[in-house]
C-alpha cells in the first residue's frame, strides 16, 4: 500500500515542483524590497467566513498559478481552523458558510486547481518549516472532521463538471485530481456513504474515470467496506469486460473473506473466455495470486480449462497473413498487433512461471489437472508449455515427474504431435525461452523403448530446429549428434532419422552446422550398414546439394571412403562400399523428378558425373577380388538404382555393361552333353520352359562353385585377394538384383528382355546324390549343400523380380518356382544333417554373421578354434542320443510355428538313423524376399482333394497356390512383421550390443517404415482372409466328413499339417498387425479403421461407413467364428490372443465374458494329432498355460472357476484310466497336471490379494462378502493343498509350498483384519474357516516334514519362510481371539513331524520326546468359542534336545 501511496502522489509532486519552481524563480530576480509587493498582488483577500478564517489560521489564498501559501505546519493549521469553527460566535452555521466560501471560491477553475494541489510555503515559514511536502488545501480540510462529509459532497458535485471535458492547456486531468484528495485520509466519518457516493460516480462516468476511481479504491476505503465493495465490482465486471485490468487490479489489493474471494474467482472465471488477450496477464496473476492449498487443484483445472490460448492468438495471426497481401504499411502495423499479442501469452506465461516457481500446491496443482485428462481432444496447447515451465522451475525430483507424465501421456495418444507443433509455431518466443527444457525432454523422451514416445521426441528436435535461432539449431544438431554417438541401436536409427529429415527439408540450414555431423564418422565402427547408408546420404546431401560450398565436407568424404576401400578387413571395405554408392546416389540425383517447377533444369555438371564416374570404377576396381564385396557392391548399386531418382547420365553408365556382363558372367549355351571335371556329375535341371533346344541358355552354377572350390581349397579366404577378377556365384544373385532393377527403370517395370531367366534350367547335379550323401567325402558334401544353397537363392532372387509380372505364363513360372524353393529345402535340411561343421556361402553381405555359424542338428555347434577336432568325435557319438530338446530346438522358439516344431526340429529317425535338421536357423544365408513377393497370396489356394485330371488345363487359366508355398510365404510375412511391428514398449536398449542375427535378411524390409509396412499388411488382409476361411473350411468338412475324426491316412496327415500351418501362420500374422503398438497413434487410426474394415466387411459387406466400436463388434464377431475349427492348441491360443487385443482395442467392455467363454471352450477340447494321438510335449504345454490364464483372468469369479477344476475336473481325472483325461477338461490329463495346478495356484494367490482388508468401518453387506469370498478361497486352497497326497512329484511340491506360503502371507494381511471386526456377528463362519484353513496348514506342515527328509535343497528353501508364517498364523489367530475377548478358546499343542500321507517320521529326538501325542487332541466340539490350534511357541526351547529333522515346528 506504501508503495501504491507513492505512485500515486507522484503526479501531485511534479505540479507542485513546478509551481514552487516557478515562483522560487520569480522571487529570485526581485530585490528584498521588492517580495513582498509582489506577493501581496496575488492573493486573494475578501471578508467571507472562508476567506478569512483560513487566513487567520495560516492558508493564504492566491490567484492564477502560484500555489496556496501555508505559512504554518500542517497539523497546527487543521488544529487552528478546527479551532476557530468550533469557537465562532455563529457555530455551527459557520460550517455551512465556511463551505458557501469555499463553493463560490473554486467555481473558478485556476483556484480550484490551486486548491487540489499541493501548497506552498511562505517565506517565513521556510526557515522554520521542515516538512518537505505540502498537503493540497482540499487534502487539509478532509482531514477536519466537522468539514469532512460537506467537502466531500462538494467535491462529488464537482467531479462531473470535468468529468466530459478535454485535455486543458495545463495538462492537468481535474478529475484524477479530486480523486486523489480520498486517497490516505487518517480517517473517514462516513465510509458507507462514500462508498456509495463513489460506485454512483463509477456508474456514471466514463471509462477512463471509472478506471481512475476503481484503481483508488483500496487507498480510499477503509477495510471495513472492502467486502461491501467487492461485492459491486464483482457485478460490475460481469457487466462490463473493459473495467477488468483496473477491477482485478484493485481486488488483489482488498482484504477479503475467504468466501468472497472465491466467488469473485468464479465469476472471473466465467468471464475469461471473453477477456482480451491484453488484459489475460493480469486476468491470471488474480486467479493464481490468493490460491488455497486446499482449492489449488479445482482452481488451476477451471483455469485451464477456461484459457483458450488458440482463439486468442488466432485472430492476430489470420490479421498478418491477411495483411501480407496489402500494402508494406499495412503489414507492418498487423505485425505489431500481432507482436503486442505475443507479448501479452508470453506475460501470461511469466505469471504462471512465477505462481509454480513460488508456490509449490500451485505446480502440484498444474501436474494434477494436467494428469486428470484423459483424452487428446481435451488436452491444450497451455498444457504443453505449462509442463515446459514446470520442468524449467522445478527440481531434480520434480523434473522426473514432469518427464514421467508427459511419457505416459504420449503412450496413450493424449498429448500427439499436433499439439506440439501448434505449441511450436503459435508461441514460437514463449517456447524459446524455456529451449533448455525443450532439448532436455526431447533427449529424455528419445532415450524411450516406447516408439510413440521416441517419435514425439523427434519432433521436438525437428520443430526446435525449424522455429527457433542460430543458437538454438547449434544445440539441436549438437545433441542429435551426441545421440548418433551412443552407441544404443534405437537410439542411433531415430537420431539418423531425424537428420536425414532436416536435410531433406532445411539443407541450407543445416549445411551450416555439417562440421558437427561430420563428426559422427569418427563413430561408425559402432554403426549398422543401415545407420552407414543413412550417415552417408545425410553427409553427401550436405556436401553435394550446394555445389562448391560444401566442397571441405566433398574433400574429408573421399579421403575416409578411399581409406575404407583399400581396407583389407572385409568390415572396413563394406563401410567403404556403402558410403561410395550413397555419395554417387547424391551427386546424381535427379532433382528434376522431384521439383516439378525445374523440369528445364541442366542435368549434373561434368565436374559431377566425373567424379561419380570415378568412384563408381573405384569402387568396381576395388571389390572385384573379393566375391562377398562386389556382391554387396551389387547390391547397394541396385538399392539406389531401385529408387529411381538418378541422373540419366549415371543411369545409362550403370546399365550399359550389366547386362553383358552378367551373361558372359553366369549365362552359357545348353548344350546336349557337357563336359568337365567337377567334384560332382553336371547335370541340367529345373528348366520351365516347353522346348529344350540347343539355343537355350543356362546358369552356369556348378561349374563355377566347382571351380572356386578347388582352386581356392575353400569357399572363403578372409584377407588373400589374387590379381585376377574372382568370377564367384556368391555374387550370382546380387548381380541378378542389379541387372533387373536396370531392367525396370529401363523399360519402366516390363522384364521381357530378361524373361528367359525366369523359367531356364541351371547346371548342378543329380539330386539323387543327397540321398547318398553320408557316401561322399566332405568336400563333395560342403560342395552340394553351396550348391543347394545358391539355387534357392537364384530362385528366391528370381521370384522377387517377376512376382509383379501380370503375365499369366509368368505368374505361372513364378509358382513353380515357388514350388521348386519348398521342395529344394527338404534336400538341404537331410544334406546339412549329413554335413555337420557346415557354413554356407553368404548372401546377405551387409552384416557380420560369418563369424556365427549356425547350429548344427547331430551335435552342439562346433566351436572353433583348438577344440574344433575333439567336438566331431564327440559330435559323432552324441549324435544319435540327441532328444527333441536340442539347442536348434530351443534357439528361436519365438519365430516357429507349432507344425515348424513338428516337421522340422531335430529328431531321430529310427529306421535310417537320421537327424532332420532346424532349416530357419540357417535363414541368415538366405537372399531376403521381397515385399512385393506376397501378392502371390491373391492366388486361389488348391488342397489336393480338389486335384483331377484337367489339372494341367486348368493351370493354364486359373494360377493356384500350393499349401506347402502357401506355408513358406506366410513364414516369410509373420516373420517380417514380427521384426518391424512391434506390439509392446518392452526391448530394452543395450550399449553397443549387437543385435546379430535378428537384423539379419532385413535389409531391404528397414527400407520401409512400420507405418509403411503396416499399410501394406492391411492391403493384403482381403487375401489373407481368403485362405483363412479355406483353411477354416478344410478342417470343417473334414470333422463333418469323419464325425470329428480325423483320418489317418498319410496323404492326409501331411496335408493335414500344412493346412493346420497355414491356420496357424494366418492367426499369428492378424495378431502381430493389429497388436501393433502404433495403431495407439492418432495419425494410424485411420489405418485401423480401415483394416477393421476389411473384416468387418467379411462378415457382412455394408454400403455405409461403420463407425468405430461398430466395426471392432463385428471384426470381433468375424474372428470368434473360426474358434469351432482350430486344428492346435498353439492355434487356439493366438486366436484367443487376436481377440483380446481386438478388445483391448475396442472402446467398449463388453468382450471379457466372450474370451472367458471361448478359452474354456478350448480348454474342454481335446487336441488329437492327425496321428489320432493326442498333442503333447513342451509347446502344447506352455500354450495350455498360457490359455488357462486367459480363462482365469477374464471369468467373472476366479475363485469359482478354480473350485470347478479342483473340485470337479480332477476327481474326474483320478477316476479314470492311467492315459485318460477328464470328461469336463479333457485337456487336463496326467501329464497336463502340473500345467493346471501352477496357474490355479497362481490366480488363487492373486485373487485373494485383490480382495481388500477388513475395515472397521465396513458395513455388514461389505463384511459378509469378503468373509463369503475368502470361505470360498480357503475352500479351494485347502483341495489343492490336499491334492498333494496324490499328485507328489517333486515339481508339485515346489508350487504347493511357494504359493502356499503367499497365501497364508495374504491371509495375515488381508483376512485377518477381517475376522477380528466379523467374529462377533459370524462366529460360526469365522470358526469354520480357519478350521478349513488350518487343515490345509497341518498339510503344509508334513510337507516341510517331507521336503527335509528328502534333503531336496531346491525344495527346502521355501521352508524356513514358510514356518515363520505358519508360527505367525497360530499367534495372530490367538491375537484375533484376545481382541473378541474369547482366548480361552485357544489352546496351544506341538506338532508331530509326519510325511504327506500323515505317517509319523520317526527319529531319535522324536522317540526320546514322549509328549508329543497332545498334539492330536482336538476340543469338545460342544463350546462355539473353541478354536484349535496347532503350533509351537515351545518350538525354541525344545529346539536344542531336538533333531533338526524332527524338531518341534509350528504349524
Same mark, same amino acid.
Given at each position: ?394 527440481? *531434480?525430483? $520434480?523434473?522426473? @515427474?514432469?518427464? +514421467? =507424465? ?5 503412450? #496413450?495418444?493424449?498429448? !500427439?504431435? &499436433? ?106 565402427? *559402432?554403426? $549398422?550398414?543401415? @545407420?552407414?547408408? +543413412? =550417415? ?5 546431401? #550436405?556436401?553435394?546439394? !550446394?555445389? &562448391? ?903
Amino acid at each position: 500500500m506504501v508503495a501504491k501511496r507513492r505512485l500515486s502522489k507522484s503526479a501531485d509532486d511534479h505540479h507542485e515542483g513546478n509551481a514552487r519552481d516557478i515562483s522560487r524563480a520569480k522571487k529570485s530576480k526581485l530585490g528584498e524590497r521588492k517580495r513582498t509587493t509582489s506577493a501581496q498582488e496575488g492573493e486573494v483577500d475578501d471578508d467571507t467566513v472562508f476567506v478569512q478564517l483560513l487566513k487567520t489560521s495560516g492558508v493564504i489564498l492566491k490567484y492564477g498559478s502560484q500555489p496556496n501559501k501555508l505559512t504554518l505546519d500542517q497539523a497546527v493549521f487543521q488544529k487552528k481552523l478546527c479551532q476557530a469553527l468550533r469557537k465562532h460566535p455563529r457555530h455551527p452555521n459557520v460550517v455551512q458558510e465556511f463551505i458557501s466560501g469555499l463553493e463560490s471560491h473554486i467555481e473558478d477553475r485556476d483556484k480550484f486547481r490551486n486548491c487540489l494541489l499541493p501548497c506552498g510555503q511562505s517565506q517565513e515559514g521556510e526557515s522554520s518549516n521542515t516538512v518537505s511536502y505540502q498537503e493540497s488545501l482540499i487534502k487539509l480540510l478532509l482531514g477536519i472532521e466537522i468539514l469532512q462529509p460537506p467537502v466531500m459532497n462538494t467535491l462529488f458535485e464537482k467531479i462531473p463538471e470535468f468529468i466530459y471535458d478535454g485535455v486543458p492547456e495545463d495538462g492537468i486531468n481535474m478529475p484524477r485530481l479530486i480523486i486523489n484528495q480520498f486517497k490516505w485520509l487518517d480517517r473517514i466519518i462516513d465510509s458507507k456513504d462514500l462508498t456509495s457516493k463513489t460506485m454512483e460516480l463509477i456508474s456514471v462516468a466514463p471509462l477512463e474515470i471509472q478506471r481512475d476511481i476503481i484503481t483508488s479504491l483500496p487507498e480510499i476505503l477503509e477495510d471495513a467496506q472492502h467486502n461491501d465493495i467487492a461485492k459491486e465490482l464483482n457485478s460490475l465486471l460481469q457487466q462490463n469486460t473493459q473495467l477488468t485490468v483496473p477491477i482485478l487490479d484493485a481486488l488483489s489489493s482488498l482484504n477479503l473473506r475467504a468466501e468472497l474471494l472465491v466467488e469473485v474467482r468464479h465469476s472471473v472465471m466465467s468471464t475469461l473466455s471473453a477477456v482480451k488477450l491484453g488484459d489475460l496477464p493480469v486476468v491470471v496473476k488474480f486467479i493464481l495470486h490468493a490460491i488455497r492449498a486446499a482449492d489449488a487443484v479445482e482452481v488451476i483445472t477451471e483455469l485451464r480449462k477456461n484459457l483458450e490460448l488458440e482463439s486468442c492468438v488466432l485472430p492476430s495471426q489470420l490479421q498478418a497473413s491477411q495483411d501480407k497481401r496489402k500494402q508494406k504499411s499495412a503489414t507492418g502495423s498487423s505485425m505489431n498487433q500481432e507482436d503486442s499479442g505475443h507479448d501479452c501469452v508470453a506475460i501470461m506465461f511469466d505469471v504462471i512461471k512465477a505462481a509454480v516457481r513460488f508456490q509449490k500446491a500451485t505446480a502440484e496443482a498444474w501436474i494434477k489437472a494436467i494428469e486428470s485428462v484423459d483424452s487428446a481432444a481435451e488436452h491444450k496447447v497451455i498444457d504443453l508449455l505449462v509442463l515446459l515451465i514446470l520442468h524449467t522451475t522445478s527440481t *531434480s525430483n $520434480s523434473k522426473k @515427474q514432469v518427464e +514421467k =507424465l508427459l511419457r505416459n501421456k504420449i503412450r #496413450l495418444g493424449h498429448v !500427439r504431435d &499436433q499439439l506440439l507443433q501448434v505449441a511450436f509455431r503459435s508461441h514460437a518466443l514463449v517456447v524459446r525461452e524455456y529451449f533448455p527444457s525443450v532439448l532436455s525432454l526431447a533427449q529424455t523422451l528419445l532415450r524411450s523403448p516406447d516408439a510413440s514416445v521416441v517419435s514425439f521426441g523427434s519432433q521436438m528436435y525437428k520443430q526446435a530446429f525449424l522455429m527457433f535461432d542460430s543458437y538454438c539449431q547449434q544445440e539441436v544438431v549438437g545433441a542429435l549428434v551426441t545421440h548418433v554417438c551412443s552407441g544404443f541401436t534405437a537410439e542411433v536409427d531415430v537420431s539418423l532419422d531425424v537428420l536425414t529429415d532436416l536435410v531433406s527439408h532445411s539443407s541450407s540450414a543445416m549445411a551450416v552446422y555439417a562440421v558437427f555431423v561430420k563428426g559422427i564418422l569418427d563413430y561408425m565402427d *559402432s554403426l $549398422s550398414p543401415q @545407420q552407414i547408408r +543413412k =550417415l552417408f546420404f545425410v553427409l553427401s546431401t #550436405l556436401a553435394f546439394s !550446394r555445389g &562448391q560450398e560444401g566442397s571441405h565436407i566433398q574433400d574429408d568424404m573421399h579421403i575416409v571412403v578411399r581409406k575404407q576401400l583399400s581396407s583389407t578387413i572385409s568390415k572396413y571395405k563394406r563401410i567403404g562400399i556403402i558410403g561410395a554408392v550413397m555419395m554417387v546416389g547424391c551427386m546424381a540425383y535427379d532433382r528434376s523428378k522431384i521439383e516439378s517447377s525445374s523440369s528445364d533444369l541442366p542435368s549434373m555438371s561434368k565436374e559431377s558425373f566425373r567424379q561419380a564416374t570415378a568412384l563408381l570404377e573405384l569402387v568396381r576396381t576395388c571389390s572385384e577380388h573379393s566375391p562377398e564385396a562386389a556382391a554387396l557392391y551389387y547390391d547397394e548399386l541396385a538399392n539406389l538404382v531401385q529408387k529411381g531418382n538418378l541422373d540419366p547420365q549415371v543411369q545409362e553408365l550403370i546399365g550399359r555393361s550389366v547386362l553383358d556382363d552378367f551373361q558372359e558372367d553366369f549365362v552359357v549355351d545348353l548344350l546336349p552333353e557337357t563336359y568337365g571335371k567337377y567334384l560332382l556329375p553336371l547335370k541340367s535341371m529345373y528348366n520351365l520352359d516347353d522346348e529344350e533346344s540347343e539355343g537355350g541358355i543356362v546358369i552356369n552354377l556348378l561349374p563355377l562353385l566347382s571351380n572356386s572350390m578347388i582352386s581356392t581349397g575353400f569357399e572363403r579366404a578372409p584377407g588373400k585377394q589374387g590379381t585376377k577378377k574372382r568370377i564367384s556365384p556368391v555374387s550370382l544373385a546380387s548381380f541378378f538384383r542389379l541387372l533387373r532393377f536396370c531392367e525396370e527403370v529401363q523399360h519402366n517395370g516390363n522384364l521381357e528382355e530378361i524373361d528367359a531367366l525366369l523359367g531356364c534350367p541351371l547346371y548342378v547335379t543329380n539330386m539323387e546324390l543327397v540321398e547318398k550323401a553320408e557316401s561322399l567325402s566332405k568336400q563333395e558334401r560342403e560342395l552340394l549343400c553351396s550348391l543347394l544353397f545358391h539355387v534357392l537363392n537364384w530362385f528366391r532372387e528370381v521370384v522377387n523380380a517377376f512376382c509383379k509380372q501380370r503375365d499369366t505364363e509368368m505368374k505361372g513360372k513364378v509358382l513353380l518356382r515357388l514350388q521348386n524353393i519348398t521342395q529344394l529345402q527338404v534336400l538341404l535340411e537331410k544334406c546339412i544333417a549329413a554335413t555337420p561343421g557346415y557354413v554356407p556361402p553368404l548372401a546377405n553381405f551387409d552384416s557380420e554373421i560369418t563369424e556365427v555359424p549356425p547350429t548344427v542338428a547331430p551335435a552342439a555347434t562346433a566351436k572353433k578354434g583348438k577344440k574344433d577336432q575333439k567336438g566331431k568325435k564327440k559330435q559323432k557319438a552324441e549324435g544319435n542320443k540327441n532328444s527333441s530338446t536340442d539347442s536348434s530346438q530351443t534357439e528361436e522358439p519365438a519365430e516357429e510355428s507349432q507344425v515348424q516344431a513338428e516337421n522340422t526340429q531335430v529328431k531321430e529317425n529310427t529306421e535310417e538313423g537320421k537327424v532332420f535338421v532346424n532349416l530357419p536357423n540357417y535363414r541368415a544365408y538366405f537372399r531376403e524376399l521381397d515385399t512385393d513377393v506376397f501378392f502371390v497370396l491373391q492366388c486361389g489356394l488348391v488342397t489336393k482333394s480338389l486335384l483331377d485330371t484337367e489339372l494341367h488345363t486348368k493351370v493354364t487359366e486359373v494360377v493356384q497356390l500350393g499349401s506347402s508355398e502357401l506355408v513358406f510365404l506366410l513364414e516369410d510375412l509373420s516373420r517380417k512383421l514380427d521384426y518391424m511391428l512391434v506390439a509392446t514398449a518392452s526391448k530394452k536398449m543395450l550399449f553397443l550390443k549387437v543385435k546379430g542375427d535378428r537384423d539379419v535378411g532385413f535389409s531391404h524390409l528397414r527400407q520401409m517404415t512400420p507405418q509403411q509396412l503396416a499399410q501394406f499388411a492391411v492391403e493384403l488382409l482381403n487375401p489373407l482372409c481368403n485362405h483363412l476361411e479355406n483353411a477354416h473350411n478344410y478342417f470343417q468338412v473334414m470333422m463333418a466328413d469323419n464325425n470329428g475324426v480325423v483320418d489317418v491316412l498319410g496323404a492326409d496327415v501331411k496335408e493335414h499339417q500344412q493346412m493346420a500351418a497355414c491356420y496357424q501362420l494366418l492367426l499369428q500374422i492378424l495378431n502381430t498387425l493389429f497388436a501393433w503398438c502404433g495403431f495407439a497413434q492418432h495419425e494410424n487410426r485411420k489405418l485401423l479403421k480401415s483394416a477393421l474394415s476389411v473384416l468387418a466387411n467379411r462378415l457382412k459387406a455394408g454400403d455405409g461407413e461403420l463407425e468405430l466400436e461398430e466395426l471392432f463388434r463385428q471384426t470381433f464377431r468375424y474372428l470368434q467364428n473360426f474358434h469351432s475349427s482350430i486344428p492346435r492348441c498353439a492355434s487356439a491360443l493366438t486366436l484367443t490372443q487376436l481377440l483380446i487385443v481386438i478388445a483391448a482395442r475396442s472402446p467398449d467392455n463388453q468382450y471379457k465374458e466372450k474370451i472367458a467363454s471361448i478359452a474354456r471352450g478350448f480348454l474342454c477340447q481335446s487336441w488329437v494329432l492327425p496321428s489320432g494321438e493326442k498333442e503333447k510335449g513342451i509347446k502344447y504345454n506352455e500354450a495350455l498355460q498360457t490359455l488357462l490364464c486367459i480363462y482365469l483372468k477374464h471369468t467373472d469369479d476366479v475363485l469359482k472357476s478354480v473350485e470347478e477344476i479342483a473340485g470337479v475336473g480332477i476327481p474326474e481325472l483320478l477316476n479314470s484310466t492311467k492315459d485318460g483325461n477328464s470328461v469336463t477338461f479333457p485337456t487336463l490329463t496326467r501329464q497336463t497336471f502340473l500345467v493346471f495346478y501352477r496357474v490355479m495356484m497362481n490366480e488363487l494367490d492373486k485373487s485373494v490379494k485383490d480382495i481388500p482388508a477388513g475395515k472397521e468401518s465396513d458395513s455388514a453387506e461389505v463384511q459378509v462378502e469378503k468373509l463369503l469370498r475368502w470361505n470360498v478361497a480357503v475352500r479351494d486352497f485347502h483341495i489343492l493343498v490336499n491334492l498333494v497326497k496324490v499328485f507328489d512329484s517333486r515339481p508339485v511340491l515346489g508350487v504347493c509350498l511357494k504359493h502356499g506360503r503367499l497365501f497364508i502371507e495374504s491371509f495375515l494381511k488381508q483376512g485377518m483384519p477381517l475376522l477380528d471386526y466379523s467374529f462377533k456377528k459370524h462366529r460360526d463362519d469365522v470358526q469354520s474357516l480357519l478350521k478349513t484353513l488350518q487343515l490345509s496348514t497341518r498339510q503344509l506342515h508334513h510337507m516341510c516334514g517331507h521336503t527335509k527328509l528328502n534333503q531336496d535343497t531346491n525344495l527346502t528353501n521355501h521352508v524356513p519362510l514358510l514356518k515363520k508364517l505358519l508360527e505367525l498364523f497360530v499367534y495372530r489367530v490367538k491375537a484375533m481371539l484376545t481382541i473378541n475377548k474369547c482366548q480361552e478358546a485357544f489352546w496351544l499343542g506341538n506338532l508331530k513331524n509326519r510325511d504327506l500321507q500323515g505317517e509319523e517320521i520317526v527319529s531319535q529326538g522324536s522317540q526320546q520326546e514322549s509328549g508329543g501325542d497332545e498334539e492330536s487332541q482336538l476340543p469338545d466340539d460342544d463350546s462355539d468359542e473353541e478354536i484349535e490350534e496347532d503350533g509351537s511357541c515351545e518350538s525354541d526351547t525344545k529346539k536344542a534336545t531336538m533333531d533338526d529333522d524332527e524338531g518341534s515346528d509350528s504349524d
